[in-house]
């Protein structure tokens, strides 16, 4: 792999740490440096839509593909980056049952449930 631009690794380690709400510490191996330098350092930044617009592009995807661990993640990171609440995660998943099917919705919905589950119960009305 040919040495990435400096300002273009700056870029996409800072988009990485909006998306996901972490440093990546080393970007070592043509994978991460690929995923650093090029997902994110030009894909996550082109045009004017936003992280939470990428994301639910992302979420919608995946969930329609059967990659509710990828939806699970990206729901994850947008609960703890305060994109989206319970109601919000409820909603996509009935909103996506119509679309990607009743069995991909009821494993996303598994997903969401877990991450509801660990939501504090002062920022969800519907927790005990």
């Known amino acids: 792999m040919t040495e990435p631009d400096s300002e273009q690794r700056a870029r996409g380690k800072a988009l990485m740490k909006q998306v996901y709400g972490w440093d990546i510490d080393q970007v070592a191996g ?27 592009m992302l979420i919608g995807m995946a969930a329609g593909s059967g990659l509710e661990d990828v939806a699970g ?42 991450i509801i589950s660990r939501i504090p119960a002062a920022d969800d009305p519907d927790l005990p």
């Open 73 to 114: 993640l990206q729901l994850d990171a947008a609960v703890r980056l305060g994109e989206l609440d319970a109601d919000d995660l409820r909603t996509i998943v009935v909103f996506l049952a119509h679309y990607a099917g009743w069995p991909r919705a009821a494993k996303l919905n598994t997903e969401v449930e877990n």
């Open 30 to 56: 043509p994978f991460v440096e690929t995923t650093v330098d090029h997902l994110f350092g030009e894909v996550w930044d082109q045009g004017k839509l936003s992280v939470r617009d990428r994301r639910l």
